[in-house]
Nanobody, 123 residues
């Protein structure tokens, strides 16, 4: 069975921090590239960050560089997104996704998705 489950979302004031987690089934995690996307109300789902299976290759959207850090613990079959200095424009539903290929930035290249976790940043 394949599943990805996000957690850690919530309401935070601007400048605050949150840490998202994505717990995965081994079938959707082992050897797979993992990524975070987000979708704000009325907008398309957008790339946030991606990490290779080894963790040695990461990439970020320009809007989150220097504020967000992606990581993974392959022993725990879990991926994380540490979000610091949050801004109101970071408000969105955050989704984790996985794919068996190399890192990518477009949602259409990812076949496995979680249900999402809401992040709301108040000003």
């Amino acid at each position: 069975q394949v599943h990805l489950v996000e957690s850690g979302g919530g309401l935070v004031q601007a400048g605050g921090s949150l840490r998202l987690s994505c717990a995965a089934s081994k079938r959707a995690f082992s050897g797979y590239t993992m990524a975070w996307f987000r979708q704000a109300p009325g907008k398309e789902r957008a790339f946030v960050s991606v990490i290779s299976w080894s963790g040695g290759n990461t990439d970020y959207a320009d809007s989150v560089k220097g504020r967000f850090t992606i990581s993974r613990d392959n022993t725990k079959v879990t991926m994380y997104l540490q979000m610091n200095n949050l801004k109101p424009e970071d408000t969105a539903v955050y989704y984790c996704a996985s794919r068996p290929g190399p890192p990518a930035r477009t949602q259409y290249e990812f076949g496995y998705w979680g249900q999402g976790t809401q992040v709301t940043v108040s000003s």
